[in-house]
């Protein structure tokens, strides 16, 4: 999907954010992850069209993937290639909407939802939450048995979201995950660098 050192995609949640988020996505960026993913679901789609841009000029700066969230529209018009959709999204788009991204992802949390979604065009996916995790608090991660199903039905790479760390990533990978999604840790470390060198 991306051509990185890194198998980490962060995605970002500036509530969750130490400082400013701005200078926070510039550390990030320079890190070189996989990618940032600009989730911001709490935005309307105007104040997130705004976000987006000032984040993907950011990134091409520093010359790393940006994946925009939800809004379709905003993306193309920024001119950005890569996206990632919640299902019911996904869902609606036509095949000449999606023909715009060259990058498509979607958010699954099932077998079932991960086959529809490789079907429906994606070039990757996001699967969980697989480990406990206090954004999903109360509800059980699905586990390593779900990623490793998830990896082995669909031919997509597969990222593994919730409560992925330093401390499980070797797992994620040996359960055939092409690697992991981190939120909280990437928005509130005291140094990023450092944060994601951790997972290699």
Do not use: W
């Amino acid at each position: 999907m991306i051509i990185s050192m890194s198998d980490i995609l962060c995605v970002t949640n500036r509530t969750l954010c130490a400082g400013d988020f701005l200078e926070r996505i510039e550390a990030i960026a320079a890190a070189r992850p996989a990618g940032i993913l600009l989730r911001e679901k709490d935005l309307a789609e105007d104040a997130y069209r705004s976000l987006a841009e000032q984040v993907l000029s950011i990134c091409r700066r520093h010359g790393t993937p940006c994946i925009l969230h939800s809004f379709v529209g905003a993306a193309a018009a920024l001119g950005c290639t890569a996206i990632h959709l919640p299902l019911p999204v996904l869902r609606t788009l036509t095949d000449r909407e999606k023909a715009v991204f060259a990058v498509l992802g979607a958010s699954c949390h099932s077998v079932e939802e991960a086959l529809e979604a490789e079907k429906l065009g994606c070039t990757y996916l996001t699967a969980g939450h697989v480990f406990d995790t206090d954004c999903k608090r109360g509800t059980p991660g699905r586990g390593l048995a779900f990623l490793r199903e998830v990896c082995q039905k669909v031919s997509l790479p597969v990222y593994a979201i919730g409560g992925v760390s330093p401390e499980n990533i070797a797992a994620v990978r040996q359960s055939g995950a092409a690697g992991g999604c981190v939120m909280s840790g990437a928005m509130t470390c005291r140094d990023v660098v450092t944060y994601l060198g951790e997972f290699s």
